[in-house]
């Protein structure tokens, strides 16, 4: 408040008001203001009654306790659940708070005091202030730099350990887990298990720039690894990696590790494990502690804080975890096959000698070409060099061959005509392996397409008049020589010529008796 009392009687003993405003730390344009409303209201010192600051206020300056008293007191927890949102700052909630008390003729706070009501609030009655981060909007994960041990039970080797470490920065609610290696595997398996612990995804995930996570690190467009893209896509969440060389920009997950080293790591540092379950549950207690903690400088802890502050802003879990695959690269060869783990799967024969993008997964083999997936197939398990092909990836002859069979022959030479389908019905006959009656029929339906298959009705039609066991080797013969071509007619005409010959030593049947 400011000084009255003291203004008015340095005023009154000839001091300038550039002293006064020196000495009570006034700027020069309120202590004017002060001493002209004075000699308006005919008020001087020494005063006749005693008179305290907040009195001279009120004589003086009527409209500022009325101001006071009819400003309108902003909604502290209406600010809090709104600063929750995305894109919500206390600068644009002032704002509306500002136009809603004009077009209610009331008098509204200031932005700092506005700020005020609002620091004090949160301070006293809630776990976090939601200034610089929303719930649920972030995830910082990183690698401790400092790693526990397992120790080997036939050698008593140290096995290293690499510990991972998640934190909300809202709510401070942490996840660690320890790992045997830092790939790929193991940076997936860490976050699908720290979504499942959190019962929920953020918006966004802030890594480091490691291998594993980033390829290329880049501070406009960095490249991402493709397994932990997808992942992120399955969880509908979005990866943005932190600067190289920027550790502010992930701080939480920063100080959570120097916080990790102290009350995890450094307080299983005496005790004995030899696998790795076993050293992950001793972990996950410590952890609970960790989280447990009541804060230092207000109520509450994390486990609390993430519950009743952040967990309704997470997003919900997919209905299946993420499926941890392996992108590899392969070339489709001639006989329309990629090799993955000495293993051989079929793609359309449209893309032989193409190089395609091979996602592995546990159970599934998918086969891309630009993004397209062009091939699907259960992943192939046991003895190296086993095949999964699909029909439908085979060239047209090949496809015949695959449903080659008794069946389909008979079928086919149906088709063709009555002597065409004896003859194979009587090849089939012929051999005692199935096998080998198929490779005849097969002979047959080439010569078929060689000479067509009315030429080839014919020429079975030729073998049956003279045998009941035709042989393809007789049916080559005859297409080959052109004897197909000598119809029923013209074989009658041959008889008859020869019967009535001029010659006469050629007998005929009659002179033998014959009919």
């Given at each position: 408040?400011?000084?009255?009392?003291?203004?008015?009687?340095?005023?009154?003993?000839?001091?300038?008001?550039?002293?006064?405003?020196?000495?009570?730390?006034?700027?020069?344009?309120?202590?004017?203001?002060?001493?002209?409303?004075?000699?308006?209201?005919?008020?001087?010192?020494?005063?006749?009654?005693?008179?305290?600051?907040?009195?001279?206020?009120?004589?003086?300056?009527?409209?500022?306790?009325?101001?006071?008293?009819?400003?309108?007191?902003?909604?502290?927890?209406?600010?809090?659940?709104?600063l929750a949102k995305s894109g919500v700052t206390?600068?644009?909630?002032?704002?509306?708070?500002?136009?809603?008390?004009?077009?209610?003729?009331?008098?509204?706070?200031?932005?700092?005091?506005?700020?005020?009501?609002?620091?004090?609030?949160?301070?006293?009655?809630?776990?976090?202030?939601?200034?610089?981060?929303?719930?649920?909007?972030?995830?910082?994960?990183?690698?401790?730099?400092?790693?526990?041990?397992?120790?080997?039970?036939?050698?008593?080797?140290?096995?290293?350990?690499?510990?991972?470490?998640?934190?909300?920065?809202?709510?401070?609610?942490?996840?660690?887990?320890?790992?045997?290696?830092?790939?790929?595997?193991?940076?997936?398996?860490?976050?699908?298990?720290?979504?499942?612990?959190?019962?929920?995804?953020?918006?966004?995930?802030?890594?480091?720039?490691?291998?594993?996570?980033?390829?290329?690190?880049?501070?406009?467009?960095?490249?991402?690894?493709?397994?932990?893209?997808?992942?992120?896509?399955?969880?509908?969440?979005?990866?943005?990696?932190a600067r190289v060389r920027h550790p502010k920009?992930?701080?939480?997950?920063?100080?959570?590790?120097?916080?990790?080293?102290?009350?995890?790591?450094?307080?299983?540092?005496?005790?004995?494990?030899?696998?790795?379950?076993?050293?992950?549950?001793?972990?996950?207690?410590?952890?609970?502690?960790?989280?447990?903690?009541?804060?230092?400088?207000?109520?509450?802890?994390?486990?609390?804080?993430?519950?009743?502050?952040?967990?309704?802003?997470?997003?919900?879990?997919?209905?299946?975890?993420?499926?941890?695959?392996?992108?590899?690269?392969?070339?489709?060869?001639?006989?329309?096959?990629?090799?993955?783990?000495?293993?051989?799967?079929?793609?359309?024969?449209?893309?032989?000698?193409?190089?395609?993008?091979?996602?592995?997964?546990?159970?599934?083999?998918?086969?891309?070409?630009?993004?397209?997936?062009?091939?699907?197939?259960?992943?192939?398990?046991?003895?190296?060099?086993?095949?999964?092909?699909?029909?439908?990836?085979?060239?047209?002859?090949?496809?015949?061959?695959?449903?080659?069979?008794?069946?389909?022959?008979?079928?086919?030479?149906?088709?063709?005509?009555?002597?065409?389908?004896?003859?194979?019905?009587?090849?089939?006959?012929?051999?005692?392996?199935?096998?080998?009656?198929?490779?005849?029929?097969?002979?047959?339906?080439?010569?078929?397409?060689?000479?067509?298959?009315?030429?080839?009705?014919?020429?079975?039609?030729?073998?049956?008049?003279?045998?009941?066991?035709?042989?393809?080797?007789?049916?080559?013969?005859?297409?080959?020589t052109g004897q197909e071509k000598v119809t029923?007619?013209?074989?009658?005409?041959?008889?008859?010529?020869?019967?009535?010959?001029?010659?006469?030593?050629?007998?005929?049947?009659?002179?033998?008796?014959?009919?």
């Amino acid at each position: 408040m400011v000084k009255y009392r003291e203004i008015l009687r340095l005023h009154a003993q000839g001091v300038t008001q550039r002293g006064i405003a020196s000495s009570c730390g006034h700027s020069r344009t309120t202590i004017r203001n002060v001493v002209n409303r004075a000699e308006e209201k005919d008020l001087s010192w020494p005063f006749e009654t005693n008179l305290t600051d907040s009195d001279i206020q009120n004589l003086l300056f009527p409209e500022k306790h009325q101001s006071i008293d009819f400003r309108k007191k902003p909604d502290c927890e209406y600010i809090h659940k709104e600063l929750a949102k995305s894109g919500v700052t206390l600068s644009l909630l002032w704002n509306e708070y500002s136009l809603n008390c004009r077009e209610n003729n009331e008098i509204p706070y200031g932005y700092r005091q506005f700020c005020r009501f609002y620091h004090n609030y949160a301070i006293k009655t809630k776990a976090t202030m939601r200034i610089k981060r929303k719930p649920g909007e972030i995830l910082e994960v990183d690698w401790a730099g400092q790693t526990m041990h397992l120790t080997d039970n036939l050698t008593g080797e140290a096995i290293p350990v690499y510990v991972f470490v998640s934190t909300l920065p809202c709510s401070q609610y942490s996840y660690v887990e320890g790992f045997l290696t830092m790939n790929t595997e193991s940076w997936i398996t860490a976050h699908i298990n720290a979504f499942q612990f959190y019962g929920g995804v953020p918006r966004v995930i802030v890594p480091d720039n490691l291998k594993t996570g980033v390829i290329k690190a880049s501070r406009t467009e960095p490249i991402i690894n493709t397994t932990y893209q997808e992942m992120a896509e399955h969880y509908q969440s979005t990866i943005i990696p932190a600067r190289v060389r920027h550790p502010k920009d992930k701080p939480s997950a920063e100080g959570t590790v120097g916080h990790i080293s102290t009350w995890i790591i450094a307080s299983l540092r005496h005790e004995t494990f030899f696998s790795l379950s076993e050293l992950n549950k001793a972990i996950h207690e410590k952890l609970k502690e960790y989280n447990l903690r009541p804060f230092q400088k207000r109520d509450g802890n994390r486990q609390t804080a993430y519950i009743e502050e952040e967990k309704f802003a997470m997003a919900p879990l997919p209905a299946s975890p993420y499926e941890i695959a392996t992108w590899q690269k392969a070339t489709v060869q001639y006989d329309y096959h990629i090799n993955i783990n000495k293993m051989y799967y079929s793609v359309p024969y449209d893309y032989i000698k193409h190089q395609v993008d091979v996602r592995v997964t546990r159970n599934i083999i998918e086969v891309f070409y630009k993004s397209l997936r062009i091939a699907s197939h259960k992943k192939l398990t046991g003895k190296p060099g086993q095949f999964s092909t699909v029909p439908d990836h085979m060239p047209k002859e090949h496809q015949q061959y695959i449903d080659f069979n008794q069946e389909y022959v008979l079928k086919w030479a149906r088709s063709v005509g009555e002597y065409t389908f004896k003859t194979a019905e009587s090849i089939l006959a012929s051999y005692q392996s199935e096998k080998q009656g198929l490779k005849s029929c097969l002979g047959l339906i080439k010569l078929g397409d060689k000479h067509s298959i009315e030429r080839l009705e014919m020429a079975c039609e030729k073998t049956l008049s003279y045998t009941h066991r035709p042989t393809l080797k007789s049916i080559q013969t005859i297409l080959k020589t052109g004897q197909e071509k000598v119809t029923k007619e013209e074989r009658k005409k041959s008889t008859k010529q020869n019967n009535g010959s001029s010659y006469g030593f050629t007998r005929g049947a009659d002179y033998y008796g014959g009919n």
